[in-house]
């Protein structure tokens, strides 16, 4: 029994080792993930601003900033992570930062205007807009918020939601989703070595515990008798 005990430790450790060895793999994938990301950002220019204070601004503005994070964690839901937002580091390279930019460029978006041009007088629903420049605000809407077919609103969703917006925010969201893959790595490959090493201390546990016992043999003294 003993035997088979040390022999099933001895395999428990080596199916340890075999985790270990892949959680260090993991791990060594995921910071090569991690360095090309940040370089792809760092070619690329893609940083926050931060105030001197350490805080996110917006054009110069932490209003801007607030008014920001408010549309992605109300509006949208996403749970920052307050420590991927770091001034040291302004580099966007994390689920945080990549999800603040996207946001950026959703805001201005939705709170823009645009100028449309209208070339000839044209009535619609009965409203009668005249020929020339007209201002008009987006308030907030997205793309499928528009009504195409009204001469302004039609025109003004083309301008603001162009396909250079809509291309920034997919890019970002690529970003967002490869920064949360790396951090899901990250966190399978720790997930690895602990399993690994409960493998390891419990094989090496039964091996010790399994260990031949030293059988102390009594030495028998002859008696001596007083003379």
Same mark, same amino acid.
């Given at each position: 029994?003993? +035997?088979?005990?040390?022999?099933?430790?001895?395999?428990?450790?080596?199916?340890?080792?075999?985790?270990?060895?892949?959680?260090?793999?993991?791990?060594?994938?995921?910071?090569? *993930?991690?360095? #090309?990301?940040?370089?792809?950002?760092?070619?690329?220019? !893609?940083?926050? &601003?931060?105030? %001197?204070?350490?805080?996110?601004?917006?054009?110069?503005? $932490?209003? =801007?900033?607030?008014?920001?994070?408010?549309?992605?964690?109300? @509006?949208?839901?996403?749970?920052?992570?307050? *420590?991927?937002?770091?001034?040291?580091?302004?580099? !966007?390279? &994390?689920? #945080? %930062?990549?999800?603040?930019?996207?946001?950026?460029?959703?805001?201005? &978006?939705?709170?823009?205007?645009? $100028?449309? !041009?209208? @070339?000839?007088?044209? &009535?619609?629903?009965?409203?009668?807009?005249?020929?020339?420049?007209? %201002?008009?605000?987006? *308030?907030?809407?997205?793309?499928? @918020?528009?009504?195409?077919?009204?001469?302004?609103? =039609?025109?003004?969703?083309?301008?603001?939601? #162009?396909?250079?917006?809509?291309?920034?925010?997919?890019?970002?969201?690529?970003? +967002?989703?490869?920064? #949360?893959?790396?951090?899901?790595?990250?966190?399978?490959?720790?997930?690895?070595?602990?399993?690994?090493?409960?493998?390891?201390?419990?094989?090496?546990?039964? !091996?010790?515990?399994?260990?031949?016992?030293?059988?102390?043999?009594?030495?028998?003294?002859?008696?001596? $008798?007083?003379?």
């Amino acid at each position: 029994m003993n +035997t088979r005990l040390r022999g099933l430790g001895i395999v428990l450790g080596v199916i340890g080792l075999a985790f270990v060895v892949a959680g260090g793999f993991a791990f060594f994938r995921v910071q090569e *993930g991690q360095a #090309s990301l940040q370089a792809f950002s760092a070619a690329q220019g !893609v940083e926050l &601003t931060y105030n %001197e204070d350490g805080q996110l601004i917006d054009r110069g503005e $932490t209003a =801007g900033a607030d008014a920001i994070m408010a549309l992605l964690t109300d @509006d949208w839901g996403y749970p920052v992570v307050a *420590g991927e937002l770091n001034p040291a580091d302004p580099v !966007v390279n &994390t689920g #945080s %930062e990549y999800m603040f930019q996207m946001a950026t460029v959703a805001y201005h &978006t939705l709170n823009g205007t645009q $100028t449309i !041009v209208l @070339d000839e007088e044209v &009535t619609y629903n009965g409203e009668v807009f005249a020929a020339g420049p007209h %201002e008009f605000a987006i *308030g907030g809407r997205y793309w499928a @918020d528009f009504d195409r077919e009204h001469p302004l609103e =039609g025109p003004a969703r083309a301008q603001a939601w #162009s396909g250079t917006a809509h291309a920034l925010i997919a890019e970002l969201g690529v970003g +967002t989703v490869t920064a #949360s893959a790396l951090t899901l790595g990250l966190g399978l490959a720790a997930l690895f070595a602990g399993v690994g090493g409960a493998f390891i201390l419990t094989g090496a546990g039964l !091996v010790w515990a399994m260990r031949p016992e030293r059988v102390r043999v009594p030495v028998l003294r002859a008696a001596v $008798t007083p003379a």
